[in-house]
């Protein structure tokens, strides 16, 4: 177990909370906590991973600053949830990452894209600024292309999964066979529908002000969406490719253009009214995150499907060979930055939904349990 001044403060905000119950019915933070009398570090990560950030319980405490007790659950939660990110990064060390994450993932990002149009340049030479018969390929060839990003996309897979394991212990969960299989459904729609966001009366959460309003789910949705959609579009071109032997260019109405141009959409205006919507939000439920994160993740969702629809429109003209490094550099900055940045929220908050749908069925706590109430 860790003790940190983040888990610290975490559990004396708990433990107020677990005395009053005032907020019970605002989500499952509340109802999780009534389930216990402590708060060890398993349990709070917990507690923080189920936390969304909506703000309603900050909005409605008598205890919240001015008071002496200077309650604020969003902001502890959204603290402690920053320094999980490190504590479950693989490898260890990486963690720091999590540590200004705005300013390493621009810094990456001009590497790589600058790295990506010099490559291109230089293996092109005269023709970087000629259209090609076989569009992409004719500046990058496919078994390039694969064998980089099959590397790449190789470690980051494995980064991603070290942790989510290590996350997965820490719930206690058991191995995936023996999963109460009706309850991780639920968590999977609850995580699906952001259940959570709705602030708990079905009003939508107080963000990015005090009055409830749905604009971040929403958003939230078409981010999520967009982003699983062009996940699609990549992969039923990868089947057409090897499956088929239909190489990309695709025309516009088969499978992966249309996931691609849908998701691609999604994927603009999801993360554009997040941006828009952090701009304006009530700094104080947020608490002293590293804002950074949020912001590069948006952007380079952003700039991912931008370059892409850009590439779409230009792929035949001579512009293919710059749109193109660009838009690869983009996706590979994404790709390194997965596991180290706000990409990993969605493996622990998913888990964390999972765990309580279990607790809430069988009425008993699941994380936390120290080892000899758990051999009992
Ligand atoms: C299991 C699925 C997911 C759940 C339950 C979930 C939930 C949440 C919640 C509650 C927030 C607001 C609190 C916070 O900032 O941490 C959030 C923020 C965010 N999520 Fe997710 N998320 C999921 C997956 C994803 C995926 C797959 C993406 C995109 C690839 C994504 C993109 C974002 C972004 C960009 C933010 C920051 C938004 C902002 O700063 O306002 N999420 N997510
Ligand atoms: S946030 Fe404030 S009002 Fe809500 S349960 Fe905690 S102490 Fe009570
Ligand atoms: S901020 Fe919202 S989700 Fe987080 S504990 Fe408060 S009411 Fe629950």
């Not at 950030?53 to 205890?63: D, F, K, S, V």
Request: hydrophobic share 45%.
């Amino acid at each position: 177990m860790r003790s940190t001044d983040k888990t610290t403060e975490a559990a004396r905000v708990m433990s107020i909370c677990n005395a009053c119950r005032y907020c019970e019915g605002h989500c499952a933070v509340f109802q999780a906590m009534e389930l216990r009398l402590e708060f060890n570090s398993d349990t709070l990560d917990y507690l923080a991973n189920l936390c969304h950030n909506c703000g309603a319980c900050y909005h409605n405490c008598q205890y919240a600053p001015p008071h002496e007790f200077q309650l604020n659950v969003p902001a502890a939660m959204a603290e402690l949830r920053q320094e999980n990110y490190g504590v479950y990064a693989w490898p260890g060390f990486m963690g720091k990452l999590f540590a200004n994450n705005g300013l390493w993932v621009s810094f990456l990002s001009i590497v790589v894209i600058t790295l990506f149009l010099g490559g291109t340049a230089i293996l092109t030479g005269d023709d970087f600024f000629s259209a090609h018969d076989n569009a992409f390929y004719g500046v990058i060839s496919h078994d390039v292309l694969a064998a980089m990003f099959g590397a790449v996309g190789g470690f980051v897979l494995l980064a991603l999964l070290v942790s989510i394991v290590k996350f997965w212990r820490t719930m206690n969960l058991p191995s995936p066979f023996r999963l109460d299989y009706p309850r991780v459904m639920q968590g999977i729609k609850d995580a699906l529908s952001l259940k959570y966001l709705d602030g708990g009366n079905g009003q939508g959460c107080s963000y990015p002000s005090e009055t409830p309003s749905m604009a971040r789910r929403w958003f939230h949705q078409m981010t999520f969406w967009g982003f699983m959609l062009c996940f699609a579009a990549t992969s039923s071109a990868t089947v057409l490719h090897y499956g088929f032997d239909l190489p990309a260019p695709y025309g516009y109405l088969s499978l992966p253009k249309l996931f691609g141009i849908l998701g691609g959409f999604g994927l603009i205006v999801g993360p554009a009214g997040l941006l828009i919507l952090k701009a304006r939000a009530d700094a104080a439920p947020k608490g002293k995150t590293n804002k950074g994160m949020d912001v590069s993740f948006l952007v380079l969702l952003f700039l991912t499907s931008l370059t892409g629809l850009c590439l779409m429109f230009v792929r035949d003209t001579q512009y293919v060979g710059v749109m193109l490094s660009i838009h690869l550099g983009v996706v590979m900055t994404l790709f390194l930055s997965m596991p180290y940045g706000k990409f990993v929220h969605g493996f622990y908050r998913l888990i964390a939904l999972i765990v309580f749908a279990v607790e809430k069925n069988d009425h008993k706590q699941v994380v936390g349990v120290c080892s000899d109430k758990k051999a009992a």
